[in-house]
Structures are given as C-alpha cells and as structure tokens.
C-alpha cells in the first residue's frame, strides 16, 4: 500500500512538473445553482460511507458462517467493496454526472443496498450454503457480489454529492475533499459501531437492518431531491412501502437457522470474535464454536489433556489452561493438589454459556481463577513460575489458534515456566496432513528438546520441557488422589481391563521420545508468526489417505516403552501390545482404516 502510494504520488509530481502548453479556457465564473443544501450531501455521504464499510463487517461476519477460514470471509468482503468502488467510480460515475435523474438513481441504488444489506434475513440457510459453503460445497467468489452494489452506489453517488455542494470548477476540489471526508467518516464510524457493538450486542441480523435502514434514508432523501411536486411524495412513498415489505421479509434469524439446521439447538450466542452454541444429541450435550465440536458433557478424553502432563510431572502447584472449550481439563488439574490454575478464554459470553449448560466443577473452585484476554497476550505478559501450561485451543483452522503452534509462542511460554515446567500442546492429527505433522512437531521441539507425544484418541498430545527428561515409573497412580483414580475409570477402548488408571494402560499411550521426534520431524521447517502457513492449511474434510500416512510416519518413529519407565516394570511388555491397538483406534475413528484397507495397508 505504502508502495502504491508513493509510486501514484512520484506520478503525479512528473505530471505537474511536466511542461505543457495549455491554451486558454473559457471558465464560467458564475457558479450554478446547488441542488440541494451542502449539508444535506455531507449527511448523505455519511450515511452512505456507514452503509458500505458497516455492511462489509456485517458480510464478513455472515460469510464467515459458512467459511470454516474467516480469513476467507473478510477477504471475500475486502475485495468485492474495492470491485465494487472500482466500477462505480469509473463506469457508473460518468453515467450519472450526465443523467437529469442521477437523483432517482441514487434513490434506486439504495434501496438495493438495503435489500442486500438484509440479504441475511431473507435468504433461506440452504440456499446460502450452496452459494457460499466452502471446499467445493459452494460456490466461494459469489461471496463477492453482495459487496459490490454497496461499492458501486458509494462511487456512482460521488459526482451526485458534489454537485449537491459547491460545484464551480475553482472549487470542486475542495466540494470533492469534504464528500471524501465525510464518506470516511461515516464508513469508520459505521465500522466501529457495527464490529463493537452492534454485532456482539444484538447480532448479525439486527445489524443489518440497521445499516439497511441507514441506506434507506439516503434513498428517502435522494427521492426528495430527485423532482418537485407531487411526483416527489410518490417516490418518498415508495421508499416507505418497500422498506416496509423488506421489513417483514427479512425479518428471520440466519444464524438461528443455520445452527438449528438438524435439530436439537439448545442455545446460542453470537459472541464477540466467535458463534457459540449448545446442542442436544441423543447421547450428549455438544459445545459447538463457529460450528465446530469443542466438547461435551462427557469428559473422556479431553480430561486426559490435564491428567497426563500432572501426572508425568509429579508436582503441578500452578498451572494455566489456554483455551477452556466445556473445561474438562480444567476439571482434571483441579482433581490433583494444585494450588492454583487459571484459565485464559477471550470469548467472555462462553463461560457463561458453559456455566448454564455443563455445570463445570471449576468455576466453583477457590483455587481457580478465570482471566477474559488474548492467550497470545496472556503468554508474553504473564509473571514466570508455572509448572505447567496447557494449550487447548481447539482446530488449527480456527482464527487466530495456528499462532499457538509457532515457535514464538512456545518461546514465551518457555519464559514463564517454573524448572522443570512443562508445556502441553494439543495435535489434532485427523486434520493434518504429514508436512503439517512435521512442521507442528519441528515448531514444538525446537524449543522444548525433552518432549515426548502421547496418544489421546484423534487429538493426540506434546508433551515437553527445556531443561530435564520426562520419566514415569506407575508410582503416580498409586500415590494419586481419589479423585483422580475415580476420574481415569474409563477407558479409550476395551472394558475394565483398559481403564487408563492401569499402569499398563497408561504407558501404552507413550508414542515417541525425543530423538523419535527429532527423526519424525526430519528437516522440516519450524512455524513462525511472521508466516501464517498452517493458518492457510484448512481442509476440515480432510483425505483419510493422508491420515493413514500420519499415522505410518507415527508408526515408524515409535519409541520402547522402556525409554518412557525407570526400570523394567512387568507392564511394558502389554503396554507396548495396546499401543498398537491405539494407532488402529486413531485410524478406524477417522475413518482411514476403510482407507488402508483398500490400498492393502
């Protein structure tokens, strides 16, 4: 941008710099009569400017119900509002100059801003998941043409407001800088109101009719402007009559449609950077963020995520979970003698979603304290001394999560944990591909060399530290707490004699040690915030092929049970048996043992 800037000014300058034989021109002196007062297309601009950069966070946020990658939605916003500028200013613009009823046309134009506006509200879901639903689903780049009449009006409506002002030719610059200033100033207001306020207030499909309300004064007052007479209150009628049809037909709730899809929509709330939801299945109750599962009432395996590292570490007094989800790991740090963990969640409305629907034990808790901030920013601020700290950030494709996976991020936390201080990070390896594998693990052993991964369903775990090995000898779960036995009397798979509270079991979940790691991660490339590489990698339909890769590249770095126990208790030989049943556990939940098969894996 910086670039273009400085190439158009250098432009300019040899332009005026030029020396050029202009003959004499005739200049009218006696300007014309204004068409309407300045101040009346100075509101206009305004409102017009609020309409176009208000609606393209509304668009954003409503593509983004559809696209998995919100870098996808703002970007499908951003590029159709500068399309759109683009051909009004340069097509429509000339056109409307030279029309008698440019006015009328305004007036049109804006009503259809507002009816795309409030495209949200009148679109049935399941028409707006065929045109905008992502990964073949859809068609994507339609999401580019709601963003473009909004441009267009702003750029066609230009010369119209000029004229409304001062127009004779020594100064239209001047009548030219203030529509530019005015129109800035309503579409960064509009911006800020709608992405501050109105969207985490009342939702996406009040905003909208919001802004469509603001196109259709602009088109109430342009329909006054355009004649005298009678004919002017038919068009101001008009302007009322279809606002009044657009009102009752765009009045549903896209996103409540669009959750409640299936059925079984409990509650949802459209929070300040994400959609929350709860739902009821036949089993369960289901956490659902920007429509990904995120948890539910059934700990299970997200319990494990803060069991195994308190129980590799031995003594967690002060731990941090980033991330909370439904906070079963919250839960299961809690169960051990910890005198303090503290949860860093930005979505301030999911706690009390959470609260409502899970009953979570947590936040009850003396010893647990809840901050609302950004885990990135918690991480680079917060005081050294931790024992353990806990990444829980949910898919790789979410905004913002693939920072936690950079080598910066693991650096800061590197900084705040106590010796021997441990970092947990979560692998989704369903939804990875083996250079992603790679590059996750390279990211996470640069900074933690004595790290170890660790079976966990699909959602396996990194485990590691700076400055000491991780050992285990089963003496942990004779000596746990209570509660702790009674919250690992479950099993990933099998009956009683599978419980992960058996030594056995336990140890089976042991993948890879360090040098595994080192040898799994070959020469791949560590990530790094400034190249959001893993942040572009979103395919939550992921191949089962490439899942089955994973877990062959996995299988052929496993390490001894033996490198994971001091001594040679009497439990390795079938821990290292489950171990195979758990990379076969991985494949058949993600649907890649049907794969392998066919190919005679």
Not at 48 to 70: K, N, T
Not at 172 to 189: E, H, M, N, W, Y
Not at 388 to 396: H, M, P
Request: aromatic share 8%; hydrophobic share 50%; charged share 15%.
């Amino acid at each position: 941008i910086i670039g273009s800037g400085l190439l158009g000014g250098l432009a300019a300058w040899s332009c005026h710099q030029a020396d050029r034989q202009i003959g004499p021109v005739a200049i009218d002196m006696q300007p014309p009569e204004r068409e309407a007062p300045p101040v009346v297309g100075l509101l206009l601009a305004a409102l017009i400017g609020c309409a176009v950069l208000g609606g393209e966070v509304v668009w954003a946020r409503y593509l983004s119900l559809f696209q998995y990658q919100h870098l996808t939605a703002a970007m499908l916003a951003i590029v159709g509002t500068l399309i759109g500028l683009t051909v009004g200013a340069v097509i429509i613009a000339p056109l409307v100059d030279r029309w008698a009823g440019r006015w009328l046309l305004v007036a049109g134009a804006a009503v259809a801003l507002a009816g795309s506006l409030s495209l949200p509200g009148w679109l049935p879901v399941e028409i707006a998941r065929s045109w905008f639903g992502p990964f073949g689903d859809g068609i994507p780049w339609l999401g580019l043409l709601p963003g473009l009449l909004p441009a267009i009006l702003s750029g066609a409506a230009t010369p119209v407001l000029v004229r409304a002002l001062d127009v004779h030719p020594t100064t239209a610059g001047r009548s030219l800088g203030q529509i530019g200033l005015a129109g800035t100033v309503g579409g960064v207001g509009g911006s800020l109101v709608v992405g501050l306020v109105l969207l985490p207030h009342v939702g996406l499909a009040t905003s909208s009719i919001v802004l469509a309300w603001c196109a259709l004064v602009v088109a109430g007052v342009a329909a006054a402007l355009w004649t005298d007479g009678p004919r002017r209150w038919v068009a101001v009628g008009t302007v009322v009559v279809l606002s009044q049809v657009g009102w009752w037909v765009g009045t549903s709730d896209p996103v409540e449609d669009l959750l409640d899809r299936r059925g079984g929509l409990v509650a949802y709330v459209e929070g300040r950077e994400s959609l929350l939801a709860v739902h009821q299945s036949d089993t369960a109750t289901l956490l659902e963020i920007d429509r990904l599962w995120q948890g539910d009432d059934r700990p299970g395996h997200l319990a494990m995520a803060g069991h195994m590292p308190a129980l590799l570490h031995g003594n967690v007094k002060r731990a941090a979970v980033i991330g909370v989800g439904v906070g079963h790991a919250v839960d299961a740090l809690l169960a051990h003698p910890v005198d303090e963990v503290v949860v860093v969640e930005r979505e301030p409305d999911l706690l009390n979603l959470v609260a409502e629907h899970f009953s979570p034990a947590w936040q009850g808790d003396a010893r647990c304290q809840t901050v609302i901030a950004d885990g990135l920013a918690w991480v680079q601020q917060a005081e050294p001394g931790w024992d353990l700290i806990a990444l829980e950030v949910g898919q790789t494709f979410r905004p913002g999560a693939a920072d936690f996976y950079a080598v910066d991020c693991y650096a800061a936390i590197a900084e705040r944990l106590a010796p021997k201080g441990m970092c947990c990070q979560f692998v989704p390896i369903a939804l990875m591909d083996p250079p992603q594998l790679q590059r996750v693990v390279a990211s996470f052993i640069e900074v933690f060399p004595e790290a170890q991964l660790w079976f966990n369903t699909s959602e396996l775990l990194l485990i590691g530290r700076r400055d000491a090995p991780i050992s285990w000898t089963g003496q942990a779960l004779v000596e746990a707490e209570l509660a702790v036995v009674q919250a690992l009397q479950w099993s990933w798979w099998g009956g009683v004699n599978d419980q992960v509270g058996r030594p056995d079991v336990f140890a089976s979940a042991f993948l890879c040690g360090p040098e595994a790691l080192r040898a799994l991660a070959a020469d791949a490339e560590p990530l790094r915030w400034q190249r959001g590489w893993l942040a572009s990698q979103i395919d939550p339909y992921r191949d089962p092929h490439e899942v089955v890769t994973c877990l062959g590249l996995i299988h052929q770095h496993l390490s001894l049970t033996s490198d994971l126990a001091i001594g040679r208790p009497d439990w390795l030989t079938r821990a290292a048996q489950l171990r195979q049943e758990h990379v076969l556990y991985v494949g058949g939940a993600t649907g890649a043992c049907g794969a392998a098969a066919t190919h005679g894996r």
